[in-house]
């Protein structure tokens, strides 16, 4: 009697690329921070230098990227910018990055008592709290924004009035 080997099927190949897929997300958690603390804008350039290990071919990227657009725009940056933040790019990075370039900046103007920075925060309360009939006509489900949504409101008036956090 002949024995057969049956291919795996959908369903176990299907458990066995989720579980895959959930131990690569783990493994980044915990060796990638949602964000960095603040780095000075040096940290860019230096990130490319070349290491004593490194393999000659290795060591020739830098010298390229002395003559390139991202070296011009590290360079500009720092005309601009004192620091930046390392995000970590799971497919929400921009928004984080957005969000906590968001709240540094009007964090600083609150604390300064900056009226435009004042008014704008104010604006941006109003339209977060009525954006959540919004966003459900575009078909985004309203239990999964909902927390979302109450959280980012909750935040952005503690912003607004950070003196008030522990009442």
């Known amino acids: 009697m002949e024995t057969h080997t049956f291919p795996t099927s959908a369903q176990d190949q299907d458990k066995k690329t989720q579980a895959q897929i ?10 990638q921070p949602l964000a960095s603390h603040l780095q000075p804008i040096s940290t860019l350039l230096q990130q ?19 003559d390139s657009n991202f070296v011009k725009g590290c360079q500009y940056l720092a005309t601009k910018y004192k620091s930046w933040r390392r995000i970590r790019g799971d497919g929400n990075c921009y928004y984080r990055a957005f969000l906590y370039s968001l709240c540094e900046q009007l964090l600083e103007g609150s604390l300064a008592k900056d009226p435009n920075i004042l008014l704008e925060l104010d604006r941006l309360i109003c339209y977060a709290k009525n954006s959540l009939d919004e966003v459900t006509k575009f078909g985004y489900d309203r239990f999964t924004i909902e927390m979302f949504q109450e959280e980012f409101v909750e935040l952005l008036e503690f912003l607004l009035c950070p003196s008030n956090a522990h009442e």
Request: charged share 25%; aromatic share 4%.
């Open 48 to 66: 490319y230098k070349p290491s004593s290990s490194q393999s000659e071919s290795q060591s020739d990227i830098p010298s390229k990227l002395q």
């Open 22 to 31: 959930d131990a690569i997300s783990q493994q980044i958690r915990e060796s």
